[in-house]
């Protein structure tokens, strides 16, 4: 017995994280001062992680006894705290081993994260790392990190997710515009202003009146489309919400233009403002996506709907705008990223909608140490947020296989290169997380009706395909497993992630859209249109449900996937996502990573899930 574990003892020692290279949109400046102090962050392992699909299942899954019995933050918080077997080992290394002094060591108060106050030597010594003074090539703000990766202890890395500040930069700044705003997933001026025609000058509008839906899609199109004839009558207790990152703003001017035309009840109703960090819609910006996502959600739901805006300011460059995100709505979380001077102070206190909206991308969905861990806790804390019956909704992105509308795709050798047919396909996040409904973008094929179904986008190719940092669900598993067998072509295995989370799970139109943005009417669209329509579907479906007496419909994958549900989608079979110089995914029959499930037909999905306890 004894030299076994002598044996293993000895082999296993530690656990090194390593780190590939310099991360994308950093320079490496100089050797930190050893006499510096840094907060070192233990965020540890939480508790239970494993079970989390299967608590969602639970409340989600249609068959479930406990369907839509979603559960309090306080017991998310109770559950997935870290254990005292995982405190008390990093902190008993800490100490014991390590010599650091127990006064210098604190646990947060929720029991996520221990902070040591070390200087850089002790931490150099405690990590086996070296650190370094690290450049934000837009903004000049310096961060520290380890080059070349960090050593735990194999009996304590278990133990803890990261540490923070090492290797995790929280991915590439190129997502990212020049002014260091966050870039939403598409861009109204790529699709929509290019050709000259697509700017609609007001004096036409007219015109739209007798123009089919594949020439402008208007909110008449959508309601003809997805068979969505609403009025609001839980209004004053639901709620829905879209979020808009860094400098994407609107104008009432814009908003007040639009409900003129379409939406008269609406002429001078504004969103209410849950400002993130400090966000302000007032700051100038560009209009292009705020413009979108408000028109579309205010002039579907109508004024006896109101629509929250989660406004989150990037106040630094260095900020990853999914964390504030995440951090305002869930107090624990926030311990997770970097708070106080160094950044986050909206932790946990901003009020939570019924349903959120995300027409945005960030990280790309690749495997590196630099951003894995970080987008694993990020996915996971949707997990933990969607739990408590809040349905989180994000556009796929614009980019079909490849990443956005970077169109990067990945080689072998880790780098994300533009368009490059050695690659394989780049996934999207936050839409690529299984535990948020990612939507595609459709069209009404040309000369096609409202009573055809759609096909996906020509325009622009729709996001899909197959995550490479999470693993396929269950609750899609037989009509992934569908397409793969029967629909999918025959890229070599480098090419897709076969075993991934396979996504979009639905589609809704994404052009040719008619929205007033800067003054004017103008095409618009690309998946972020799809996302706030599809959003603003589910808020109605909230919306019978509560009138119904029942819960919201939070986690709805699990549903939108089961038999019952089978009906309440509009099939979508033609089209495809081209890039990385193949021709992506072809749609096909049920399932694709193309058009999900299809685009929504409202009624049948209402009744669905109102047919659910
Ligand atoms: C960290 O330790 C230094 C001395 O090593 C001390 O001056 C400083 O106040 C400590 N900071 C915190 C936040 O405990
Ligand atoms: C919408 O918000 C406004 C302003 O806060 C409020 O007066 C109104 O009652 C709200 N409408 C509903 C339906 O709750
Ligand atoms: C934005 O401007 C409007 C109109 O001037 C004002 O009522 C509102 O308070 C401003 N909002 C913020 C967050 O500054
Ligand atoms: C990977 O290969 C591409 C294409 O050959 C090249 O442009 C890029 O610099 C390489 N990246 C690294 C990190 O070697
Ligand atoms: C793709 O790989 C082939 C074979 O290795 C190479 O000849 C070609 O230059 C590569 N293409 C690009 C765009 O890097
Ligand atoms: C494919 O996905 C699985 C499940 O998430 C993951 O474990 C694996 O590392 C991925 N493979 C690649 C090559 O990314």
């Given at each position: 017995m004894v030299p076994t574990q002598l044996l293993v003892a000895l082999v296993s020692v530690v656990a090194s994280v390593a780190a590939?290279?310099?991360?994308?949109?950093?320079s490496l400046h100089h050797r930190a001062d050893p006499t510096a102090l840094i907060p070192l962050k233990f965020s540890l392992a939480q508790s239970n992680l494993e079970n989390l699909e299967a608590f969602l299942l639970d409340i989600?899954?249609?068959?479930?006894?406990?369907?839509?019995?979603h559960w309090s933050p306080a017991r998310v918080k109770e559950t997935f705290r870290p254990s005292a077997d995982t405190l008390n080992t990093v902190h008993g290394w800490l100490t014991q081993e390590a010599g650091i002094h127990a006064d210098k060591i604190k646990l947060n108060p929720d029991g996520v994260i221990l902070q040591v106050n070390a200087t850089i030597a002790e931490a150099e010594s405690l990590l086996q790392a070296e650190y370094y003074v690290y450049s934000d090539d837009e903004d000049g703000s310096a961060r520290v990190g380890c080059h070349g990766g960090y050593t735990l202890p194999q009996h304590v890395s278990k133990h803890v997710d990261f540490v923070w500040?090492?290797?995790?930069?929280?991915?590439?700044?190129?997502?990212?515009s020049a002014r260091g705003e966050a870039v939403s997933s598409s861009s109204p001026s790529r699709f929509g202003r290019e050709s000259g025609a697509s700017t609609i000058p007001i004096e036409n509008l007219a015109d739209f009146a007798t123009s089919g839906c594949d020439i402008s899609a208007t909110l008449l199109c959508l309601g003809e489309l997805y068979n969505f004839d609403f009025t609001p009558v839980s209004g004053d207790v639901n709620s829905v919400a879209v979020a808009e990152f860094g400098a994407n703003v609107y104008r009432q001017s814009d908003l007040n233009l639009f409900f003129d035309s379409f939406r008269p009840d609406q002429v001078n109703n504004t969103p209410t403002l849950i400002s993130v960090?400090?966000?302000?819609?007032?700051?100038?910006?560009?209009?292009g996506e705020a413009s979108l996502d408000i028109e579309l959600v205010m002039g579907l739901l109508g004024s006896g709907q109101n629509l929250s805006l989660y406004q989150v300011a990037q106040p630094k460059a260095s900020l990853d705008p999914t964390d504030e995100l995440l951090a305002a709505l869930d107090g624990s979380y926030c311990a997770v990223s970097p708070v106080g001077s160094e950044g986050i102070t909206d932790c946990g206190d901003k009020p939570r909608t019924n349903v959120i909206s995300i027409s945005y991308h960030f990280n790309p969905d690749i495997i590196d140490p630099s951003i894995s861990p970080v987008v694993q806790r990020q996915c996971t804390e949707i997990g933990k947020i969607v739990l408590t019956g809040i349905t989180i909704i994000a556009s796929s992105g614009d980019g079909g296989v490849a990443y956005s509308q970077s169109h990067e795709c990945l080689l072998a050798n880790g780098s994300l290169v533009a368009n490059n047919p050695n690659g394989s396909f780049v996934a999207q996040l936050p839409a690529s997380c299984s535990y948020i409904t990612a939507v595609g973008a459709t069209s009404v094929a040309p000369g096609a009706s409202t009573d055809q179904v759609e096909q996906s986008t020509t325009d622009f190719p729709s996001g899909g395909g197959f995550s490479n940092n999470f693993p396929r669900p269950q609750w899609q598993d037989a009509a992934v497993q569908n397409y793969l067998d029967?629909?999918?072509?025959?890229?070599?295995?480098?090419?897709?992630?076969?075993?991934g989370r396979a996504y979009p799970d639905v589609s809704a139109n994404g052009w040719p859209l008619v929205i007033a943005e800067g003054g004017a009417f103008v095409h618009s669209g690309g998946t972020s249109a799809s996302a706030p329509i599809f959003a603003a579907v589910i808020a109605a479906v909230n919306d019978a449900r509560i009138a119904a007496g029942k819960s919201t419909v939070g986690f709805i994958n699990p549903a939108l996937y089961s038999d019952a549900f089978a009906s309440a989608f509009n099939d979508v079979v033609v089209g495809s996502n081209p890039g990385c110089g193949t021709q992506g995914f072809p749609a096909a029959p049920g399932w694709d990573p193309v058009s999900g499930l299809g685009t929504p037909n409202f009624v049948k999905l209402r009744d669905a899930f109102l047919a659910l306890p």
């Open positions: 590939q290279s310099i991360p994308a949109g950093w989600a899954d249609p068959r479930s006894p406990n369907y839509g019995q500040p090492t290797v995790h930069f929280g991915g590439p700044r190129r997502s990212l960090e400090g966000g302000n819609p007032n700051v100038s910006g560009s209009l029967n629909f999918a072509p025959d890229y070599a295995p480098s090419v897709f992630n076969r075993s």
